[in-house]
C-alpha cells in the first residue's frame, strides 16, 4: 500500500531536492506530516489511506510545508561582518552603525546615541563573540518579557525563555524542562518575525509534530501566520551569526 501512495506522491510537483519518505502508522487515522530538523520530510498514513486522498491532502499543504522545509534544511552561508566603524547592524528590525572605540574608552558593547559601541577587539573573533554575548544578554531580557502575553495566547506557561547560540537552529523547546531557547541571531529581526519563532517553539511546548492542531494553535496567537512565515524564509539568510 506505501508504494501506491509513494507513487501518488511522486506525481505531485514536490521539490526535487527534498528527501521524503512515506511510513505506515496502522494506529493514525489520518495523514500526518513531520518535518525532521535537517528539512526531511516523513507522510504518516493509516493503513486503509487513499493514494489520492493523500496526494490532495498534501498538495493543499504544499505552500506552508515548504515553508517548514526551507526553516529547517540546510542553510545558505553565513554573511560575513567586518568589525569596522561604520559597518551596519541590526536589532529588533532597525539598523545600527557600529563604532569601534578604544578599549580604555569603552563602556562594553551597547546602544549609545545611534550607534552600536563596541571595545576595539584583539582579534576579529573576540569583537564577534562580545556583539554575540549582548545579543544574547539583551535578547534574553527582552524575549522573557516579549513572551508572558503570548505563552497565555498559545495555552502555555513556559519555565524560562532565553536567547542563546542554537547551531543551525533558530528554536529549541525542552518539553521536560519547559525551557525555550531562541537563536541570539534573530534579535536582528523585527519583533512581528522574532514572536513567530517565539511562538512556533511556544506551541511545541503542547503539540509534537507541525499538523494542524500544532497550526491552530499557532494560529490563535499570530493571525497573520502565513504572511509572517513568508516573510521569514525571505531574509532568514541574511542573518548574521557570527562570522567575520
Given at each position: 500500500m506505501s508504494i501506491t501512495v509513494e507513487s501518488a506522491l511522486a506525481a505531485l510537483p514536490l521539490p526535487e531536492e527534498w528527501r521524503w519518505r512515506v511510513a505506515v502508522r496502522p494506529r493514525?487515522?489520518?495523514?500526518?506530516?513531520?518535518?525532521?530538523?535537517?528539512?526531511?520530510?516523513?507522510?504518516?498514513?493509516?493503513?486503509?489511506?487513499?493514494?489520492?486522498?493523500?496526494?490532495?491532502?498534501?498538495?493543499?499543504?504544499?505552500?506552508?510545508l515548504a515553508a517548514e522545509v526551507r526553516k529547517r534544511g540546510p542553510r545558505p552561508g553565513q554573511p560575513v561582518k567586518e568589525l569596522v566603524s561604520g559597518a551596519s547592524f541590526a536589532y529588533l528590525g532597525r539598523r545600527y552603525r557600529l563604532r569601534v572605540l578604544p578599549a580604555v574608552e569603552a563602556r562594553g558593547v551597547r546602544l549609545h546615541r545611534g550607534w552600536l559601541e563596541l571595545p576595539q577587539p584583539a582579534r576579529r573573533q573576540d569583537g564577534a563573540r562580545l556583539l554575540a554575548?549582548?545579543?544574547t544578554d539583551r535578547g534574553s531580557r527582552w524575549l522573557a518579557a516579549r513572551a508572558e502575553s503570548l505563552a497565555a495566547t498559545v495555552g502555555v506557561v513556559p519555565r524560562q525563555v532565553v536567547a542563546r547560540e542554537l547551531g543551525e537552529r533558530w528554536g529549541a523547546c525542552d518539553r521536560d524542562t519547559e525551557r525555550i531557547s531562541l537563536h541570539w541571531a534573530l534579535m536582528q529581526l523585527p519583533p512581528a518575525l522574532i514572536d513567530l519563532v517565539l511562538v512556533h517553539e511556544l506551541a511545541h511546548?503542547?503539540?509534537?509534530?507541525h499538523g494542524q492542531t500544532f497550526?491552530?494553535?499557532?494560529?490563535?496567537?499570530?493571525?497573520?501566520?502565513?504572511?509572517?512565515?513568508?516573510?521569514?524564509?525571505?531574509?532568514?539568510?541574511e542573518l548574521w551569526r557570527g562570522a567575520v
Open positions: 493514525r487515522r489520518t495523514l500526518g506530516i513531520e518535518v525532521a530538523e535537517d528539512g526531511a520530510v516523513l507522510f504518516a498514513v493509516p493503513a486503509d489511506a487513499e493514494p489520492a486522498a493523500v496526494a490532495d491532502a498534501v498538495r493543499s499543504r504544499l505552500p506552508r554575548d549582548w545579543y511546548l503542547r503539540t509534537t509534530g497550526r491552530r494553535r499557532m494560529g490563535a496567537a499570530l493571525v497573520d501566520l502565513d504572511r509572517l512565515e513568508r516573510r521569514f524564509a525571505r531574509v532568514e539568510s
